[in-house]
């Protein structure tokens, strides 16, 4: 059988140009609209954050002038420490007008004075507060009623009273000196203080362990150990899995600290202010004064205190470490997770060696953590960051915090 030839009926050449100019104005109208879409949705994202922002501003349901008049007329809201330099600019009223409208709208919440917790206490009051009731303005209006939102708050700047001391507590220091050029200031930080609790110092290679032991051979206190670590477990880590057996079985309280510079944020003057902070109301500096002192004569004075850490005026909570602190809740043996809690933001603390015993008792290893390079956010790090605050208020603890005024993020 032979092959047969079929000759088809040419299109005119008209229709065929047409079919190719159609088919090239689809691709680029499908090339122009992606375009389109990927500038359009950033702008709309920020229009959102904007919107959300001002919303207080526009709607009388929430930063009503009635709400405005009882902050101010109480006198206790600080717009330096919940905005920090920008609120030190701001009018009363537009710092009380600005902090009802992060409340209310949700975005970036904040505290609006050191040791008070807005969400705590809308938690603990829900069923009595209406869509027009700020938790803040409830507060002062029912005369500042003392629970579980309130936090004592141990003062820096002030000259140090003499009636209390740290006798009877053995502690010890925590330092994870990754940037061993900031390990100096953490120095002239400890030898502030009176009292020198021994020092574990953890750093990531042997050329940093002879520069630690250099600089802390002016240190006047006892330096414990000097140890390389695997860099896993960012400060976290060494603690725990490093140092953490012999911390809660040799000592009564346990200070953590580490060094830090930020891979995610360009902003250096805010990474500066925010280790500022933290180690100001965590170990001391000329302007805090000797905070080491304070913190372990609270401790002595109030058995039930299990943890000390800097305040912070943001609010954050789970978010997407939900999961993975569920997880490990469930392993110390703690309750649900709360909905609000207080937390060390930026992990800087002090803690009762058996408030910090059970995370040390999860046995975890080298291997538990998450290599790096991690995520800024949503890592088990970041959840153990909020389980130190959560789970040991869940137990019964106490935690009181530290701020100094001036001294902000």
Known sequence: MSDAIVVLPAKPLGQTANYVLILLANYVAFYVLSLLSWMILPVSQRASRRFARSAAKRNPKLATPKNIAAILAANAFQPEFCFGARGSTMSRVTAARTYLSHSHSGVDPRKPEPGFHPQLFAQALAPELNELDDPYVKFLQLGRPAGDWQFRVIAGGKPMRSNGDANGLCAALHVHAYYIDQLADILGRLNLNRYCPDLFVSVRNDADAMIAREILSRYAGQVKEIAVFPNVGRDIGPMLTGFGPVLIGDYDVIGHVHTKKSLFSK???????????????????????????????????????????????????????????????????????????????????????????????????????????????GTMLHALERLFGAVPTQKGWKTQVTHTPGIHR
């Open 267 to 377: 902003d250096d003057a805010w990474v500066t202010r925010w280790v500022e902070l933290s180690l100001s109301n965590t170990l001391g500096s000329t302007q805090a004064g000797p905070m080491i002192d304070r913190i372990l004569a609270a401790m002595v004075k109030d058995a039930q205190t299990g943890m000390v850490y800097p305040e912070d005026p943001h609010i954050p909570g789970w978010g997407k470490n939900a999961a993975a602190a569920q997880k490990i809740a469930a392993q110390l043996g703690a309750g649900p997770l709360p909905d609000a809690f207080n937390f060390p933001v930026g992990t800087m603390f002090w803690a009762r060696a058996d408030a910090l015993r059970p995370f040390v008792e999860l046995g975890l290893t080298w291997s538990d953590y998450p290599k790096e390079p991690i995520a800024n956010d």
